[in-house]
């Protein structure tokens, strides 16, 4: 809102607003490029993400996403010949981003293809596993030790070995990023244990889609112009005092979902029999998990008013303003677990981040006049009552604040 108390609009060409709409409420499935690598929760639909690059940057330009989680932003901007800043609190998300922007050369991707077809035969419960002894000490196995997931964890431990024997780190993150995936489906949110037969048939299904996603990728940048793309391991907040990040022109487009307030989501861990908290995805990524869930959901959802929450919001996306200029736009994609006054709440804290809220012409007389949308099979809905809000998401668009530093 500007002085006058008017609402600022974002002018863009009718048909690019048209697009844009349709791409945040599109509801297909997440597919393409590298996308599948790995599920990473509350993660954007890729349409969406490049729908905000294709509408608010050129070729050349840079996209920041400082809650980069699963990379789609990054993902989407690096095909489409952007460069890009990710930036994630968490190790975990660091790994996936880093494996999912890397272009592998041809070389590269014909020794993965001469490895998946040998990767099944690796998975065989009468030979020999690695163990991580280090890991095992700091309880990454933990729920894992269940006398029916003993032969799963030797499978898992199997398609490690293999990974590394890939020699080169590259090629070794990628491995360690199909068992990951194939872990993934094998354990998170399941109650009942897959087989050995059935995780080394995924096994090769999944590696074989991410060899084909990593070439797709590859033909995209090859096609579009290659971009540099840097992922920092760090909280946002302060990203502005980052030697890695100072000198850099500022972005185009900042394209983020920051954790939702008062929703819960599991970013860092799976769970295996129900409800048990698994640390096992840090240990095949062979990265540490320092700290509890609010550490990677900006605060316990139980705080009074959501107080710490709103602080690291605050303190991330100052860092955000600070990093911009009048050109930028901000797009973020939000749930809350209590809109009615969460949404109010957020915005006051994007004011005081120094960030004006814009809105689409198209929809501003239309309810609050911002753009909402269905969420589709979320899993975090499980963790909600019934059908509660949160099963919507609301795209925010905002500028830097005139004035602010
Ligand atoms: C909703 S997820 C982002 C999902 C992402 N848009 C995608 O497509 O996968 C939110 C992310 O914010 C990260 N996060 C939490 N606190 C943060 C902070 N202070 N700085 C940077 N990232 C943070 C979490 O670790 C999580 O990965």
């Known amino acids: 809102m ?16 048209r697009a844009l709409i349709a791409a945040a409420r599109n509801a297909e499935p997440v597919r393409g490029l590298t996308h599948g690598f790995y599920k990473y929760p509350a993660r954007f639909s890729p349409t969406f993400a490049r729908a905000a690059i294709e509408t608010f940057t050129k070729p050349g330009d ?20 952007r460069g890009a800043i990710g930036v994630d609190i968490s190790p975990l998300a660091e790994f996936v ?7 592998l050369s041809e070389a590269e991707l014909e ?12 998975i065989d419960i009468y030979s020999p596993s690695l163990r991580f002894e280090e890991y095992a000490e700091l309880g990454y196995y933990k729920h894992l030790t269940h006398p029916a997931r003993w032969r799963l964890r030797k499978a898992i431990e199997q398609a490690l070995g293999r990974a590394i024997a890939l020699g080169s780190p590259r090629l070794e993150r990628f491995g360690r990023c199909v068992v990951l995936r194939t872990a993934q ?16 048939s995924n096994l090769a299904r999944f590696a074989n889609e991410m060899v084909r996603g990593a070439r797709e990728f590859r033909e995209a940048v090859a096609a579009n112009g290659r971009c540099p793309v840097t992922v920092l391991n ?55 998990d320092g700290a509890g869930s609010s550490y990677y959901t900006m605060g316990d959802r139980k705080y009074p008013g959501l107080k710490t929450y709103f ?51 198209t929809l501003k007389d239309a309810a609050d006049g911002r753009l909402w949308r269905s969420v589709p099979s979320r899993r975090w809905y499980s963790d909600q009552r ?16 005139r004035g602010a530093p």
């Open 185 to 200: 489906w094998a354990l998170d949110g399941r109650s009942k244990a897959t087989s050995v037969e059935e995780f080394r």
């Open 97 to 103: 981003a880093n494996v999912k922007c890397t272009i």
């Open 234 to 288: 760090r909280s946002a907040a302060g990203l502005e005092e980052d030697i890695r990040v100072r000198g850099v022109s500022a972005p185009r487009l900042v394209v983020t979902s920051p954790p939702y307030p008062g929703v819960h989501v599991l970013y860092h861990r799976w769970q295996v029999d129900g409800r048990k908290e698994a640390p096992l995805p840090f240990m095949i990524a062979n990265k540490l």
């Open 111 to 122: 020794t993965l293809e001469s490895w998946v077809v040998k990767l099944p035969a690796a």
């Open 2 to 17: 500007d002085k006058g108390g008017r609402r600022r609009l974002l002018r863009l060409p009718p048909e690019r607003e």
């Open 311 to 361: 602080d690291n919001v605050r303190a991330t996306m100052s860092s955000v303003a600070k990093i911009v200029d009048e050109r930028t736009v901000i797009v973020q994609m939000v749930a809350f677990s209590e809109p009615r006054w969460q949404l109010p709440r957020y915005l006051e804290t994007m004011e005081e981040a120094g960030l004006t809220e814009a809105l689409l012409p």
């Open 386 to 401: 019934g059908k509660t809000p949160a099963s919507q998401e609301v795209v925010l668009f905002h500028r830097k604040a």
């Open 62 to 81: 840079l996209v920041l996403d400082p809650h980069v989680g699963g990379a789609t932003a990054l993902v989407e901007a690096r095909a489409a010949g």
